[in-house]
């Protein structure tokens, strides 16, 4: 088969379409033909060099895919040959297989294609475990969302909305702010021209946010205290704008507010599969009844993965880059695998039943 290698740690010239083994699934593990893998973040610190795979996990990039399952391993129940799957993966996912545990592996949503499933399980499993599980977010509470605009953004807006959240969100520009807002977000402040702390304090009358979902890091700590209400979470997943800073320990012991910062890759398989199984749980029914919506910006053919990084890197996306093997995803659908953008989603203001 072939698939995304990294050769030499660097820009996106470095990703090469080459021949590697087939994967062989092991107790415990099935192999999906993928249709479609989705772009992270993620893949641009590994590409260059900053952001290495856990052990065991194969060294080709990709956190996501959707296909077809080909071959099922030992021990596997409730999976065959022919499901239409997508997966939370380790790595692997720029190729055309790609094997991974059974228990981290979700059906397709109904109404769903293999290329917008392919956009679901990262940003799904890392909004679910951190703003819900682990801050335990709940209706009728406010949260603020940093990147509104991004992968985990849009989904984090939607998501969120449809329990019954209150969401303000930051986005870099006009017109993104206003696919936010097309999301489901009250609020979205732009913050090249706007200073978040002032507008929440402003629109909230001074008592700030319950939870605070935050992809930027160090930068940003102090402002988001300066934002949290008491009682008040601040979830930490990513750290695009450096990893230290310094913390007023009093004012978070005057707020009685908690930080918890996590990633998901590097988390125990064991963990990663309750996740997963939350995740179908409580999310997939909103995936299929429509409340939660794809947000697509492109579709890449994936030998051309540089040019994926490429669009991630620019910055003016609203969404998910998804990598599509041409062959497989002209089964799926009859639009060419060209660079398209998604329509915004409905706006969604009740919880789910």
Request: proline share 8%; hydrophobic share 45%; aromatic share 4%.
């Amino acid at each position: 088969m072939h698939a995304i290698t990294i050769r030499g740690f660097g820009g996106p010239d470095v990703l090469t379409w080459t021949e590697v083994p087939d994967p062989v699934p092991a107790s415990g593990e099935v192999v999906i033909d993928v249709v479609a893998a989705g772009v992270n973040r993620a893949d641009l610190l590994q590409r260059e060099g900053h952001y290495p795979p856990p052990p065991g996990a194969p060294d080709i990039p990709g956190l996501e895919c959707a296909g077809v399952i080909s071959a099922v391993g030992p021990g596997v129940d409730g999976w065959q040959p022919g499901d239409r799957v997508c997966a939370l993966l380790g790595g692997g996912g720029y190729a055309e297989r790609v094997a991974v545990r059974a228990d981290h592996v979700l059906p397709i949503p109904a109404g769903v294609t293999l290329v917008e499933a392919a956009a679901f399980p990262e940003a799904a499993c890392t909004v679910w475990s951190t703003v819900f599980m682990a801050a335990r977010a709940r209706a009728g509470e406010t949260l603020l969302i940093h990147g509104g605009a991004s992968g985990i953004g849009t989904f984090a807006v939607q998501l969120a909305t449809a329990w019954g959240l209150r969401v303000t969100a930051t986005a870099g520009t006009a017109e993104k702010c206003e696919r936010v807002h097309a999301l489901g977000a009250e609020f979205v402040i732009n913050y090249r021209t706007q200073d978040f702390v002032a507008e929440i304090s402003a629109r909230t009358g001074g008592r700030g946010v319950d939870v605070v979902l935050d992809i930027v890091g160090g930068p940003y700590l102090a402002r988001n205290l300066a934002v949290l209400a008491p009682d008040g979470r601040i979830v930490v997943i990513a750290l695009q704008g450096g990893r230290r800073a310094e913390l007023d320990l009093a004012a978070l012991m005057t707020k009685r507010g908690s930080i918890y910062a996590a990633g998901l890759r590097a988390r125990p398989p064991e963990q990663k599969a309750e996740i997963v199984s939350e995740v179908r749980t409580h999310v997939w029914p909103l995936i299929g009844s429509g409340q939660i919506r794809p947000v697509i910006e492109a579709q890449v053919p994936m030998h051309e993965a540089a040019r994926a990084h490429r669009i991630l890197e620019a910055g003016r996306h609203v969404g998910k880059v998804v990598l599509v093997h041409p062959a497989r995803v002209m089964t799926e659908t009859s639009t060419p695998p060209e660079e398209t953008e998604a329509a915004p989603s409905g706006r969604q203001s009740t919880p789910p039943k």
